[in-house]
């Protein structure tokens, strides 16, 4: 079933793999939101300090060859941001362990990503998209 949850909203997507990073960016924008893409968090951070209409941030749980994982990332983000949303992703299954240590009421979806959840995810943590 396709979703038909509205997006229009910016999203900042962060994921060391550039296939991940372009599967998401697709689909995203597929969705109706407005992405830009990072492959690491020093330029997630950069684009966070230039562009003050992000509404959300979705990254990569784990990135071990960045230099910084999503926690670190999330961390600065909101120093720079703190009403910033976050949704993390990961591949990994045993939710129990990533979620030791984050924040409770941050959301996580599942790689390999499938639509509908990511729709509904982002919904749920973006809101009710306003009327214009």
């Known amino acids: 079933m396709q979703p038909s949850l509205p997006g229009g909203e910016t999203i900042l997507i962060v994921d060391d793999d550039d296939l991940v990073l372009s599967t998401a960016k ?14 690491n968090g020093r330029e ?6 230039q562009d003050g209409h992000i509404d959300l941030l979705f990254t990569d749980l784990f990135m071990p060859d ?11 983000a ?4 703190p009403e910033l ?4 992703a990961s591949g990994h299954l045993d939710y129990s362990v990533l979620r030791r240590g984050l924040d ?3 959301i996580t979806v599942s790689k390999p990503y499938r639509l509908n959840e990511v729709a509904l995810k ?4 973006l809101g009710s998209r306003k009327k214009e």
Not at 27 to 39: D, F, K, Q, S
Not at 85 to 88: E, L, N, Q, R, W
């Open 26 to 39: 697709n689909m995203m924008e597929g969705l109706g939101y407005r992405v830009l893409a990072a492959r």
């Open 44 to 49: 997630a951070l950069e684009i966070l300090g």
């Open 66 to 76: 960045s230099g910084m994982h999503g926690p670190q990332l999330v961390a600065e």
């Open 78 to 81: 909101r120093r720079l941001r």
């Open 85 to 88: 949303k976050v949704v993390y």
């Open 104 to 106: 409770p009421e941050i």
């Open 122 to 125: 982002l919904r749920e943590v």
